[in-house]
């Protein structure tokens, strides 16, 4: 079965107005990964250090993977497609003009005025076009998957005295307004 017009419409709305897709590449879990969607295809970047990691994913020039869309309303599932990755060649026009995109896309990056360099020499620039096919079938079964390991920590509960010290202080804060007025 191929896609229908339709179908090719709601890959690309769903791309254009999702900040994240998981991507299923030959290797490893899906992962959450942020992109742009430009000329066709969804397009990301990763591998370096202060970049998103694609190592373990198996995306390699010419392979396969499956992207997964999420509603940017409610946060589920909307969309599954199969893909074919192609790595854009550093200083390419194809390069030059998706990175042209990433770069305006990029929060927080520590290199704002230089990340094209580093981009291209730290980092993988990847399309994900849509193959032909079916899109994916919507899973039966629940879709949780285990989280990365990361040496970042949650925030730890929140000491037993915390309340009484704060409800002190807003007590404190009231007091001195009432003298005040």
Do not use: Y
Request: charged share 25%; glycine share 10%; aromatic share 4%.
């Amino acid at each position: 079965m191929t896609q229908t017009p339709m179908d090719r419409a709601l890959v690309e709305e769903a791309a254009k107005k999702s900040a994240l897709i998981w991507v299923q590449g030959t290797e490893g879990a899906p992962r959450a990964l942020w992109h742009i969607w430009h000329e066709g295809a969804v397009c990301l970047v990763g591998d370096g250090p202060q970049e998103q990691p694609l190592q373990g994913l198996g995306l390699t020039d010419g392979g396969s993977a499956t992207v997964t869309v999420r509603s940017k309303d409610k946060g589920g599932r909307l969309v599954g497609w199969p893909a074919r990755v192609v790595e854009l060649a550093p200083g390419g026009e194809a390069w030059t003009s998706v990175v042209d995109e990433l770069k305006g896309r990029r929060l927080n990056a520590p290199d704002a005025d230089h990340i094209a360099e580093r981009w291209a020499r730290e980092c993988r620039v990847l399309r994900l076009e849509p193959a032909p096919g079916a899109l994916a079938e919507h899973p039966t079964g629940s879709l949780a998957a285990t989280p990365l390991s990361s040496p970042a920590t949650t925030r730890r509960p929140i000491p037993a005295a915390l309340p009484k010290l704060l409800a002190r202080r807003k007590k404190r804060a009231r007091d001195a307004r009432k003298d005040a007025s």
